[in-house]
Structure formats: C-alpha cells, structure tokens
C-alpha cells in the first residue's frame, strides 16, 4: 500500500478536525484503504433510465429501494444528492452517506453541448445538513469533466470542494471523466492515467475513472499507469463491463490486483436487481475490495 | 400513502422551524396530503394571453381577479408573485400563498433560445416579506427547466431554494417541465418520470410535471412511472386537457386514482371564469383533489 | 381611482420607513395620485442626439438646461442618472428627484444584439447617496426589455430594485418596453398590456408603457387593456406622437381619459425648447396630468 | 470657467472626505481648474510599441523613464497602473498618481472581437495602496467603450467606480472612447460629445474624449459640442496629431481655446524622447494646459 | 544588478508583512536575487504526457518523485498545485514551494477555443493552507495567455492575486505566455517584451516568458527587449530548447548573461529523468542560475 493509511491526513486538514477525517476515512474504507462506494446518483444522471425498463426489477421504480440495498448490503458509503436522502435518511440512520455535489442530466449530447455540471449544493450546505440530521455524512464528491469546454469552472469548483471538504473532516472523491467535443477517445489509457493525475493535483482522496480499453475491451492491467499517476491519491473503477455477474466480478478483481485499484463505484450493477439479488451482489463486490476474496468464491455469495 | 404525513418532516428542516413545517404542510394539504393549489403566475410567463381574449370573462382582465378567487374558492395555496401578493395581500389575509420565484415570458420561443428562468427574489426576501408583511406564507415554488442548454443554473438554484426554504420551514413545490432543443417529446411518459426523480434528488416536497400522453391524447395511467419515480416527493398535475369541465374533472380524478399524483395546479380553468363560476370551479376541483369526491359528483358543485 | 392613493403602501415597504413611502409617494403625485415625470436620461440612452441638431434650442446643449427646467416647471419627479444630480444637485435643492438606474447607449442596435441594460447603481448607492446629499431623491427607475435574450436577468434586477427601493420608503417606475429580435410589434395593445402585466408581477408602483399603435397611428382608447392589466401598478405614458403641442397634449388628455393612465414620462417635448418654453410645456402637461385641465385650455398655459 | 472650481465638490463627496478630495483636485489642477496628465499605462495597452522601435529613444526601453519623467516635468497627474506604481513609488514619493483602474492589449482586434476592459482592482485596492504606501494618490481613471458589445458591463463598472473614488476624496478620469463593431466613426464630432454626455451622466470630474475629425483632420473648434455635452464634466484630449511639436502645441492650444477642453491626456509624445527632452515637452504642454501660454511661446521651451 | 534586492520590498506588501516578503525573496533567491524553479505542474497542464512515456524514465510515473527531487536538488523553489503539496507535504517538509493558483489541460487546442486558466484557488486558501500545515509556502504563480478571448478575466486575476500576495508577504510570480487565435507569433521578440512589460504592469516580483526565437530558433540575446520591459520585474526563462544537456545549459547561460535574466523555470528537463539525474541536473542548473557557474563546468556536475 502505498500510504500509511491510518494514519494518513493530508495537510489541508486542520488539526481540529483531524480525528473526524480520520473516522470518517476508517469508516468508509472498513479500516482496510480500500472503498465500496455505492452509487446511486442516476435519478439525475440519467432520469428514469435506470430504473425503469427491460431487464430492471420492479423494486427499482421506488427510490427507496436504493436506501434499503444500502442499510442492508456491505458498503463503505452510499453516494446520492443531497436531497434524497433529507426525504429518507431519518429512516435509515445507519447508512454512510456520500453527498454528490454535482448532477447534469443526460438529455443534452456532447455533440450539442460540452459537459457541464455545476454544484449543485456548496460544502457549507452538506456540513450544516450533517449537523442538523446528525447522519453519518463521512464524503463528498463531484464529477469533473476534463477537455470539456467549461472544464475551467468544474476544475475551479472541484478544487475548492477538496479545500472545504477536508477543512471540515470529510473525505472526497472525484469522478473524473474526460469528455466533450475535443476528447476523441475516453477510455485511451494514457488519458485515463491523466485524469487520475489530476485528481492528485486537486488533492483528492479517491478518484473515479474509466476502465482503460483497448481496441473496445476493458483491460484492468492497463490500469496501471492511472494508479502510479493518481499516486496518493487513489483510484476506483465502475467494475467489469457485463451485467454478467461472473465478469463483473472478475473484472474488479482484476482491476484491483492487476491495475492496482483501491475498491469500486457501483451503481446499476447492484439496484437494477431485487431487493436480496441487490444485497448479495453488494456483498460480493464488498468481498473482493474490502477482504481480496476471488471472484469464484465471491460468485458464491450471490448463490450462482 | 407512501409517506405519514402528519409527521413527515424532511431532515433538512432543522429543529427549530420543523413546527412551522408541519403546520405549513398540514394547512396547505387540509390535513389530507393533497395539494390543491391555484396557479396566479402566468402575468409574466404568458403576458396578457391567459387574461383577455375570446373565451375569457371579462372579470379576468383585472388581477384582483385572482385574489377574489383565492379568498373565497377552496384551495391549499395560491401560487403568484411576490410583487403582486405585496400589493393586494393587505386586503386577502386570509389566503395562503405560495410564492413562485421565477418567471419568464413566452416572447422567445424554444426554437429561438433554449428556456431560462432564474430566480427573481430569494428564499431570504420571501422571509422577510412574510415577516413584515404578517401574511400567510407557506410556501415556495421554482420552475426547472431540465434538458435546457441553461439546465445547470437551474438545478442548482432549485437545489439552494429546497434546502433554504426548509430552513425557515417553507413548503416546497418544483414545476419540472422538459424542455429544449434537445428535448423532442415533452410528455413522454419515461421523460416525465425522469423529471419527477430529478424533483425527488432535488428534496422537493412536491413536483408538478406534465401529463404523460400517448399518440397526443393525455392517460392518466402512464403517470404511475412518474409517481414511483418520485418516491416520498408527491407528483401534481394540471387537471385534464380540455376547458370542457366534465372531461377537465374526470381527467383529473383519474390522474389521482389511476396516476397516483397528490394534487393538483390549476389556473386557468379556474381564472378564466367569472368569479362565481371560478369559486365554484375551485371548489369542485378540491372536491376531488381532498375528499376523493367522484367526477360526477363534483360536476355538480359547478352547476352542470 | 383604483386605489386609496393616501393611505396606501405596499406589503414589502416595512413599518419602519411607511411614513418615508407615503411622504414619497404623496410629494411625487402632487397627492393627487399622478405622476408628472419629466425624464432627461438620455444622455446616455441617446448620447448627443436629443440635445443637439436640428429643431433643438441651444439651451439643450447645456446639461443644466434639464436642471433649470425642473426647478422651475411643475413636475412630479426628474429622472435622470445619479452622476449627473452628483454635479448639480447642490444649486437644484428644491427638486424631486428619481434616479434612473440603469441606461445604456443606442449605438448598438436590436439587429446586432438584443437590448441589455443592467443596473449603473444599487439602490443601497442611492439611499447613502440621498443621506449624503440631504437631496429630494424619492424614487428610482429601471428599464426592462421583455423579450430580450437578456430578459431574465432585467426581470431579476427588476424584483430586486422594487423590494430594495420599498425597503428604502422609495417609489419605483419600471419602463416596460418589450424588444428584441423575437418582438415583432412592441406597440401592439395586447403586448403592451402584457408589460404592464408584468409590472404589476413584479411589484412596481408605476410602469411607463408605449402607447398602442393601429396602423402605425397612437390609440390613447387602446391603452385600456393595459390600464386593466396592470391593476394597482398605475401605468404612464410618453403623451402624444407629435412635436405640435396640440397633438401632444390631446393625445396624453386622452390617454388619461380614454386609457386610464395616470399621468405621464415626458422628455424631449420638454427639454428640447428654450427655458422659457421648456417651463410652460411643463405646466401644459401638469395640468392635464394633475388637474384634468382640457388640452384647449392647457395649450393657452403654453401660450399658442 | 464653467465651474467654481475652489470650492466645487460633488455630491457623492461624503463630508468627511471633502477636504481630500479638494486637496487632490486643487493639487492636480495646480488650482487653476485644468489637467495636464501624463499617460503611462501603454505597457498593457500597447505592450512594447510605444517603448521599442524606430524613432523612440533608447531611454524609454526601462519603465522607470517614465518615473523619471514625472518626478522632473510639471504634470498634474501621472497615470499609470497601481503595479507598476507599487514597485517604483518608493524613489519616486513627489509624484502625483493616478491609478489606472482598466487596461487591455492590442492584441485582439475590434474586427476579432468587440473591446472589453474590465477592473483590474477595485477603488478599495487602490485606498489601501494609498494608505499603506503614502504616496500621493489622487485620483483614479478607467476606460469606457461605448457601443461595444460589453459596454453594459463597463458602464457599470465606470458609474461604481465614480461613487466609490468620490467616497474617498479621489477625482475621476473616464477616457471615452466608442468602439466597437457597430461603431463607424470613432471620431464625429457628434458621437464624441455623446461619449463626453455619458460621462457627465456618469459623473465623473474629467473625461478625456477623442479630437473630432472632418475628412480625417483633427478640427480642435469641432470639439466644443462635447465641451458643452460635459457640462461640470471637465473635457480633455491628447494634444494634436502630429509628433511635430509645433503643430502639437498648436493643436493642443487650439483645443483649449477653441474647443473649450480643460487641458490634456499626453503619452507618447512626451516619453518617446530622451529624458531632458520629455521634461522640457511636459513642461511646454504645462505652460499651454495651465498658464495659457501660446503655442509660439510653448516652443520656446522645448528649445525649438 | 537592476534593484537593491536585499531590501527591495513592493509598496503593496504592508508593513506587517515586510519582514515575511524579505525573508520569502531571500530564501527563494537564496540572497543572490535569482530564481531557480522547479516547474511541477504539469500533471494538469500536459496530463500523463510528461510523465510517462519514451525518453521518461519510470521513476517519473510517480507523483513522488517530484518531491524527492525538491528535497534533495538544490532549488529555489518548487511549484505545484496546492493539492498535491496537500498529501506529500508532511513528507517533505524541508521543501520551500510555489503554490501554483491555476492550470487547465492541454485536451482543447487553441483552434478550438483561446486559453482560458481561472484560479483553482484563492490566495486566502494558500495562506490558511500555509499557516494549517506550517510549510515553507513562500509564492504563488498564475499564468497569464494575453490576447486570449479570455484576457480580461486573466489580467484581472493576476492583479488581484499579486496585490493578496504581497499583503501577506508571498513572492508572485506570472507565466506570461501570449496565446489564442489572435496570436500569430509566439515567440517573436517584441510580443515577449510586451508580456514581460503587461507583468511589470501588474506588479509581479518575477515573470517566466518565451525564450524570442528567430527563423525557429531560440536566440538568448533577442531577450534583452523583454529584460528592459520587465525592469523591477526580473524576467526567467526555461532553459534551453534541447533534451540535450549541454545545449540546455549553454542556452540557460547565455539567457542569463546576454539576455538579463534572472533565473530560471526547469521542469521536464528535470524531471523526466531518474532521481539521481535529476538531481545533479538540478544541482548543475542552479551553479549556472545562482553562482554564474559556466555551462561547461555546470555540465561536469552532472557528470558528463
């Protein structure tokens, strides 16, 4: 491992709100550096799409669903907006929440328009609501678009976000996607590498990117040159490509030791399936980024 | 009911506002969780349109019209202006009002420039009005426009009005209605299912969207997507497509029974009446909206 | 009379500083409920043109020539920037001043870019600037372009403007002139209506409206829709097409009394002339806005 | 005189700053009510043009010619950015400065893209600066561009600027100058007494304007339209055309006592020279600005 | 030596600072007014580009590095964005940095929009990140793109920035790097000069610029232009244009001694290499920028 992650606070820390980063930090990493994050951001990212269609539980339609899986499944931390969760926290005290700051939907093109997703709520906003809810808000994050023609604003806000966030003992994480008219190919390994340097230059704990591919296929050993770019930093992947349990499995498991990941971001993954299918599935995905349990035994848990 | 309503109070309501809270939800929802509130705002998003012209009572020309109509039909929540309500309020201090923050005209079509309506006033200058002013206040509206090329100034100043208005305990109602270059079918039923979800991320209390349609006919059914989708935020429709009362009153009630909405907003059916006929109009629409009155039987409140 | 003119104040003026509104309002409409303004702002929104040329008394040349005028003639208020009442105000103490807010130059016109005239002053400058100055300054105006592409952000300083002026006890005149590439017909009746509509939306005590044309000819008679529209926000027009006094002051006599206005916004037709001159149109035009004098009789104040 | 010069102070003067500022406008002014200012803010403006080249002494390639120039020649004000100012000020304490609030470079042409020269610090900057520094800083400047596309936004700045400077007893200087796409001709008598209109409107104590041209020659009589436009606006140029100095001194002369102007903005034509040569310019232009000297007699001053 | 730099201090740092700003010059110029830096910033700049590649050596993949190097080469000052000095810091206390304030990617070219690079922080969040963390934070860098579309914003930022910086006692430094669609010539020498001047103009201690090419040639003696335009303004350059190490430090000689400039910015010919290199190539720039070492002897420091 490449930091003494006990121990480790960065400096934008002060020292009056070290220990709770450092909870905040053991919390959501089960003690182990390694993070489970479940994503459960979409009702904004991607409207309904996600949770209504072929394929999808009926369980999905009720956003409460997403709670449920996350109060009862093994995770570091359930990412949602802010808003959500005031409607439904008071019934599910125990979750770890992760605020996402920024949400754009997915009814504007690249082609039509460069990726812009501004904050939606101010670090301010999340530590007053963690004080007055007194829910475990340990995290925050936000997506920032490189190439993008507003990148220099998502830069600017995602920079002050990591400031404010540590400022008041919270842990962060970046979803950095390169995208926009000028980004040809969003998956190239070298890119992938750039955007998880970037996140360590806006001094992120985590940063979420793209699994590198190589003539369309996802290869988690290609991971690799992110995971020395991001440096302290560290890096989480989405999981396999598949809704195929199996290769998803595999696939994260790989990206963890053959590309030298530090956990998974995992959304549809898990919620598109019931209730119990989508605790299972939590769990296995918690087994092999939390205990390094392979992907065969880790498909037993999900009874296949 | 998916939620206890005489309890609910969202976490972002923090203590020392959650009984104005409750008391402002439970007067604008007679204590039933349905909403039924009059829309007053449309003197600058459609000019003089909605006031004169053929068809339309020459009572309507006038804007106390609109205040006559909030005193003495049954209604949850008059929804107007700030400017208007500080200028007749003095003299209808018995309604209750909901202020809508943002406007715009119709001047600049879709095809000419994509929608934008940012706030007029602030969730802080609603306050003080309510303060100084000693009326009824209870609660906020904002008009989002997702899919719009100005979307994320949008979302993140409907984002800021929930979590400011809950502060001070202000109901929250978002209008959410698709719209853009990008957008091609307004009312496609998975697209205002989406909207609802975005309204539910945003932690609004209530959201209005479009009713779904099918080969341009609306179906009250095709609303049960977006009523899941909107979880603990409740869905609340206009009332059917035709001025025809009966049609207008049947559509609505099979928006509630068939579509699971919590309401409706209604302006001009109701407005572009006579007084009297406004009043009676007002109080059939309530008929259905709270006391789950059949179509037939509310016919008769008006008359016909 | 719509309105009990002597008692009344709007909700957003706060007990504190209703004398300050009634002494305002009271001294600005002579306590007769009408508005004599004599508008000399456009050295910006005209540059040199209204003071300098053909058919313009030398007097014009000279700023001061607005001063003289409105120390001596009978008006209700003098709008003009605040630079320009800064530099002269201290030898016109006995004025009534409006200061207009914002201006902007004609050298641009709507085909190139859509009108935008932000804010020059806060009305927080204003009032330190009143404190200061021990001036007479008890209104502010501001000019709004609905259908501009800029619309939302006048209609948002707009708001703004009338809750602070109230704040302050100052009267608010908001100038409604629909333009830009999408406004086809800004003297229509029925757009005009619309912007006094908006007006009364947005709180403003008196909008100044175009006079409706048909055919390319004024129709005081058609100003009634807007009259009606505007409810308790008393609407002002610029008086009659014409150079020829007579015109002028038939055609402002009957938008009084066939329009329903409530007085008038009246420049060039003043300024224009010599002092001596300039002075009698003035007490021309009062007469008709504040006494109901005919216009026969008034053209004999003027001396023709 | 238009103005009581000794005892004028503008309104937006509050009491207690009324003393500076008549202390910086009497010493600006040597007490005599005009200004001979020397511009040295090309270094942004111009980058290295007007220091390096054909026909420019050695001496002007240091900034600190400048400095030097202004310590020896008499001059009203020296007007130049706070930066440069902050890094040469300490060996140069005599000089009067005038903060030159907005620059640009000429590196994007009017063709390319409409002028835009915002802030570059506050007022409040520069009364910090004066005050931790001590120098004698007394007045501030900024550069409007009417008609430009971004002229809102200047017009804004400018009219703030004036309210702020005044606060602090500084005097203004708007340099005016319409450009832009839409404009055709920067230098007809009319527009420039418009431009020399805003700023009177603006209220600030000086302007300086473009000289009038007819059929491309400079016509300093031309200038008294906007002389009268300013009204207690005080107009000033940048001396005649030519680097001839005879025919400068005449054109300067002219300006005055034709054109009506208050005395002069002059740059290159003093520091391109060796340093003894643009002492001896400044002090001829001084002699003409301030002692009505003749041109005849300025040109014994230099030597010529 | 230009200025008497042991007691040179900026008229904009007050006197409660003057003693940081001296001890911050002194340390960084190592008491001999140059300036060896350590450019590593460009994780955001270039993305993977610099670090991982052909000709780079694997030890360069990891952020680290940069670090070991600062801590162990014989430097001025290293700079880098703020976020990674956040989580290497702790670790490398004995390093004096440069907080890099802004950057953006390389992922739009300037075809596709002109360069625009907003602060990622303020210089408030520097100090307080300073003083939390008890770092040798000793500057601050901004680069500047004038001609940009973007300029305006640029220049502004670079003024305010150098004017906090100073208050609290940090030496500036600005990238001036003439860019956008409008800019032909990037390296012509008079266009170098006129940024070395718009630096002096903002009040920047140092300014990095282009070395002048002729015919696609770096000449060092075509930098004097820039040196005299910069006058208290001490101008650095990177080095030579070539790989080559012998080039390098000829080219960086003769920057220094035929073309006046004080110091030098030096990343990739740094860092790239592996750790040792790389520090005796930073040991061997630092003889040539601090001692006046020759580039021949300079060359045997690093062993060749």
């Known amino acids: 491992m490449k930091i003494g992650d006990e ?18 930090y053991r919390e959501i ?10 994503a459960g951001d979409q009702k904004i990212e991607h ?11 009926p369980d999905d339609a009720d956003p409460e669903h997403l709670f449920r899986i996350a109060a009862r499944g093994r995770i570091g931390v ?36 460069d990726p812009f997703s501004p904050m939606l709520h101010t670090v301010g906003d999340v530590v007053r609501f963690r004080d007055r809810s007194g829910l475990s808000i340990r995290a ?13 604003e998502m830069l600017r806000q995602a920079a002050r976000i990591v400031v404010s966030a540590h400022r008041y003992g919270l842990v962060t994480v970046l979803w950095m996607y390169p995208r926009g008219k000028s980004v040809r190919d969003e998956t190239a390994p070298h890119l992938v ?21 190589k003539d369309g296929v996802q290869v988690p050993e290609l991971l690799k040159e992110a995971t020395n770019a991001g440096g302290r930093t560290k890096i989480i992947c989405s999981g396999g490509p598949s809704v195929d349990e199996a290769q998803f499995l ?3 498991y790989n990206q963890i030791h053959l590309g030298g990941t530090s956990g998974n971001a995992t959304g549809r993954n898990i919620h598109q399936k019931s209730l119990q299918e989508a605790v299972r599935m939590c769990d296995a995905i918690a087994a092999i980024s939390l205990d390094d349990t392979g992907p065969d035994e880790a498909l037993k848990i999900i009874g296949k």
Do not use: C, W
């Open 7 to 24: 121990g480790f606070v960065p400096l934008d820390v002060p020292v009056e709100t070290r220990d709770i980063y450092r909870e905040n």
């Open 29 to 38: 990493t089960h003690g182990r550096g390694r993070l489970m994050l479940f």
């Open 47 to 57: 409207l309904n799409d996600d949770f209504m269609g072929p394929g999808i539980h």
């Open 78 to 113: 359930f990412a949602t907006q802010l808003g959500l969760i005031s409607r439904y926290g008071m019934d599910y005290g125990n979750v770890p929440y992760l605020v996402k700051l920024n949400s754009k939907t997915n009814l504007r093109k690249t082609a039509d328009q």
């Open 140 to 152: 925050v994050g936000y997506t920032v678009y490189p190439g993008s023609e507003f990148e220099s």
């Open 193 to 213: 590498a750039g955007a998880a340097g970037i996140a360590a230059a806006l001094g992120s704990d985590f940063a979420k990117v793209n699994v590198p591919e």
């Open 250 to 252: 595999k696939g994260l």
